[in-house]
């Protein structure tokens, strides 16, 4: 099953600074599902990690290394989807961002499954039947 990681765990991944023990745990996890090109990537989470960079080496540096990750393709349906989310959320009073409520769309469209810290998306996802990975759970099926 292929996972989609969100923006909160592929920045922590690129981050330079030492990580808590808790934070190095969810690097390895992303770090694992690499060679098994089980991670996926989505342009929105892209452009959000690009981002608010404001030094070019950086941007650069961080371009490089995300440009080894082949975006997966998003259609009509995916956005319809999105939007249908949308929808559903706001009746139940759950907010979310486009960008996560077309992950969770692709989550569905795909059967793939959601890699986020992000609390606003556990609470997104309960909405359908797709899963949340959380950082205290185990990524692999």
């Known amino acids: ?36 090109t089980r991670a996926v990537m989505i342009g929105p989470v892209r452009q959000e990690i690009l981002s608010g960079i404001a030094q070019t080496s950086q941007f650069e540096r961080i371009r490089k290394h995300l440009a080894a990750f082949d975006d997966l393709v998003i259609n009509t349906e995916d956005f319809e989807g999105a939007a249908q ?44 039947r797709y899963r949340y990975i959380s950082p205290d759970s185990a990524i692999r099926n």
């Open 85 to 128: 989310r949308f929808n559903l959320c706001r009746k139940k009073g759950i907010q979310g961002s486009h960008t996560d409520l077309l992950l969770c769309a692709l989550a569905e469209q795909n059967d793939a499954s959601i890699f986020t810290t992000d609390d606003d998306s556990n609470a997104m996802l309960s909405t359908s």
């Open 1 to 36: 099953m292929n996972v989609l990681i969100d923006r909160p765990i592929r920045s922590l991944a690129l981050r330079h600074r030492e990580k808590h023990a808790s934070e190095q745990k969810l690097v390895n996890e992303i770090t694992e599902l690499i060679p098994e």
